[in-house]
């Protein structure tokens, strides 16, 4: 991990302001997407929002509802971000676990490339 991406992370897809942004302590999924201009309300999937981690050589993707943890429900979790990590709020026509997997794998290896 270079010295950028151990102070970063990337929120992507249908955001207002993709892109990277420096990790602020014990930053959240939300405060993450908030950073990047908030979901494109009438575009976006928020209730299928992608976390996606590596560390130790672990590659984890969690899909949470971002647009639940934004109504106030306390039964989602909204996770602490870390050095790294990718979010990803996809469009509403919606894509599968598997091919979320596989662009977030291409942004992560993009995101090395660059930085």
Do not use: C
Not at 7 to 30: C, D, K, Q, R, Y
Not at 39 to 59: M, V
């Amino acid at each position: 991990m270079t010295l950028l991406a151990s102070f970063s992370v990337a929120v992507m897809g249908m955001v207002t302001s993709p892109g990277v942004f420096f990790l602020e302590p014990e930053m959240t999924l939300m405060e993450g997407i908030a950073a990047a201009g908030g979901w494109h309300p009438t575009d976006s999937q928020a209730t299928s929002t992608y976390l996606w981690r590596e560390k130790d050589g672990e590659r984890t993707l969690t899909v949470i509802n971002a647009q639940a943890l934004m109504l106030g429900s306390s039964e989602v979790e909204n996770p602490r971000l870390q050095a790294g990590d990718v979010v990803f709020v996809p469009s509403k026509s919606g894509m599968s676990r598997d091919e979320a997997s596989r662009l977030l794998l291409s942004v992560t290896s993009l995101l090395r490339l660059i930085f």
